[in-house]
Nanobody, 126 residues
Framework: QVQLVETGGGLVQAGDSLRLSCAASGRTFSSYAMGWFRQAPGKEREFVAVIRGSGGSTYYADSVKGRFTISRDNAKNTVYLQMNSLKPEDTAVYYC???????????????????WGQGTQVTVSS
């Protein structure tokens, strides 16, 4: 059974940093794309970042580009999201997700992801 568990969320001040982790289990995910989405109160879930399994190419939402970095450790079946220069508008529940296929024209679409974690809360105070 596939399971994704996110950790690392918390309450921080604007300008601080946080590192989220997502540990995957149930199979080997080295060939899967692994990504992060977030959902703020009253808003739809949105794409944050994704890293491909092969080659490790990365893609980011414009809102986090230059501040967030996604990385992975295939030996640990884990994906990370380093978040720097956090802003109050980054406040959301952050979800880890993985997908078997990857296409550059739909990597940001939720329905293309096969497995999801339960989420971890990130709150940024001003």
């Amino acid at each position: 059974q596939v399971q994704l568990v996110e950790t690392g969320g918390g309450l921080v001040q604007a300008g601080d940093s946080l590192r989220l982790s997502c540990a995957a289990s149930g199979r080997t995910f080295s060939s899967y794309a692994m990504g992060w989405f977030r959902q703020a109160p009253g808003k739809e879930r949105e794409f944050v970042a994704v890293i491909r399994g092969s080659g490790g190419s990365t893609y980011y939402a414009d809102s986090v580009k230059g501040r967030f970095t996604i990385s992975r450790d295939n030996a640990k079946n884990t994906v990370y999201l380093q978040m720097n220069s956090l802003k109050p508008e980054d406040t959301a529940v952050y979800y880890c997700a993985v997908r078997r296929s990857f296409y550059t024209d739909n990597y940001y679409k939720m329905r293309q992801y096969d497995y999801w974690g339960q989420g971890t809360q990130v709150t940024v105070s001003s």
